[in-house]
């Protein structure tokens, strides 16, 4: 070794080996090279399928949807009846006052709903069921029973507020049914064809009777699609349903073809123009005002069609009002929030192992789902108008009383799965009594096991 390289510090050359070829250099750009695209969207969906799997994820959705459903109702019920208080001399908020009551009475419903045992539902079956039958034939009585639009449903508290028991049968319905059928599942009684149907079709028949008796045939067709679900879950065969669906549609066809209002309204599917003596009105200006919104809507309060061109434009056709103010992206929106709402309610009928909780959550998941897809149908003309209002979202404190009970047997019901009731638990105050005592117990637990004896 040359002492030139040993007395100045550096290390002495080694000759390459023959043959060796230098490395190639590496690409300009980072040192360690990220996941590619496809690589990217493969942890994205695991990530998601993960979050989609966890124990809280119905019970999340449920209340959040809920909870966004009803405060954006609010906004839009205070947008689309200024107009029509103003006009009836009232003030700007005397509509969404009186909803804004409601929400508070309803969210009262709701978290006694969430908190109330499975077991106290149940008890509760029967007495409403029997409450809900006595309002509905005191609405048949002259001088209690009120009509509104034609239809004989309402029963007056006194002042501004009224009642439609019409509303709690369907909440009846479902509680009754779903204790009943459960009933009969434990001892094995539903593969007989006479315990699956009576007497729950009876009852319901009677039930129907009532509301058909008002005039009401939007809210019949939702009791009707309770007690298919109800069936349905049941295990009902399918030559059943095709039967029931034969014979309901034979009524149906007679009711609507002996009543010239049903007529006309099933006239106007698909129409565009109001036609003769402007009986396709309220149809066409709901399709003018969902045309007029655009992508993004023309602002919060600007609606022109409330302003007296459509009616029940805080009602029954809020959702057209909603397109025209927030467009496109506000109407998927409502529509995002029911389907997350109706995803949470199939997911926790399915992963239940009480039969009740299966059926009432599956009964709750039809009532909400077919009254959302029957009055949003209804505005984009492509359902009869069906006369019901949009669940949690549309102004009327009757139906949004029971609804929202409903959507708390639904958090009830999510709440009770073991795996959603143990993450619950994990999440205590960390400084209670209930989390520190089991905590100081196992160091105490810990501590007698060291071997040395010392603390």
């Known amino acids: 070794m040359p002492a030139k390289q040993v007395l100045s510090g550096r290390r002495p050359s080694v000759p390459r080996a023959q043959g060796r070829k230098r490395p190639a250099p590496r690409p300009p750009g980072r040192l360690f090279p990220g996941p590619g695209p496809v690589e990217r969207l493969r942890r994205t969906q695991r990530q998601l399928k993960r979050a989609w799997d966890r124990p809280l994820t119905a019970y ?7 909870l966004l459903i009803t405060v954006l109702g609010l ?15 009232l003030g700007d908020a005397y509509f969404f006052k009186k909803q804004f009551v409601a929400a508070l009475l309803g969210t009262g419903l709701l978290l006694v709903a969430s908190r109330m045992p499975v077991k106290l539902h149940r008890a509760l079956s ?7 039958l006595f309002l509905m034939v005191l609405v048949q009585v002259p001088g209690i029973g009120k009509s509104v639009n034609g239809n004989q449903n309402w029963i007056s508290l006194g002042g501004p507020f009224m009642l439609q028991p019409s509303e709690f049968g369907k ?16 001892k094995g009684l539903l593969s007989q064809w006479k315990h699956l149907l009576v ?11 009532l509301i058909m008796l008002g005039g009401d045939m939007g809210t019949a067709m939702i009791l009707g699609a309770i007690l298919f679900g109800l069936l349905w879950l049941a295990g009902a065969p399918t030559r059943l349903f095709v039967g029931v669906l034969a014979f309901a549609g034979v009524i149906v066809g007679v009711l609507i073809k002996t009543s010239p209002h049903r007529m006309e309204r099933l006239a106007c599917l698909g129409a565009t123009e109001p036609g003769k003596n402007d009986m396709c009105w309220q149809a066409v200006h709901g399709i003018y005002a969902l045309a007029s919104g655009g992508w993004f809507g023309s602002g919060l309060g600007a609606s022109v069609e409330k302003w007296g061109q459509l009616p029940e434009a805080h009602t029954d056709f809020i959702f057209a009002i909603t397109g025209e103010e927030l467009g ?41 789902t077919a009254q959302a897809v029957i009055n949003i149908g209804a505005v984009l003309g492509l359902l009869p108008i069906a006369g019901v209002p949009l669940p949690l979202f549309s102004y009327g404190g009757s139906a949004l009383l029971p609804t929202m009970f409903a ?3 639904l958090i009830a019901f999510a709440r009770e799965e073991p ?37």
């Open 171 to 186: 909440l009846a319905l479902i509680l009754w049914g779903a204790d009943l059928l459960a009933r009969k599942g434990d």
């Open 199 to 209: 007497p729950l079709v009876p009852v319901a028949f009677v039930l129907l009777g």
């Open 407 to 409: 959507v708390g047997l």
């Open 328 to 368: 496109l992206a506000g109407t998927l929106s409502v529509l995002a929030l029911f389907a997350a709402l109706g995803y949470a309610g199939i997911r926790v009928a399915g992963r239940s192992e009480d039969p009740f909780v299966r059926y009432a959550a599956g009964g709750v998941t039809t009532w909400i």
């Open 126 to 132: 029967y007495p409403v069921l029997a409450a809900t």
């Open 75 to 89: 906004v839009m019920v205070y947008s689309a009846s200024m107009i029509k208080a103003l006009q009836l001399g």
């Open 419 to 455: 795996a959603a009731r143990a993450a619950l638990a994990m999440r205590q105050p960390k400084f209670g009594w209930k989390r520190a005592g089991p905590i100081w117990k196992s160091m105490r637990r810990r501590v007698k096991r060291r071997p040395s004896g010392e603390r």
């Open 60 to 66: 999340y959705l449920i209340f959040g949807s809920a």
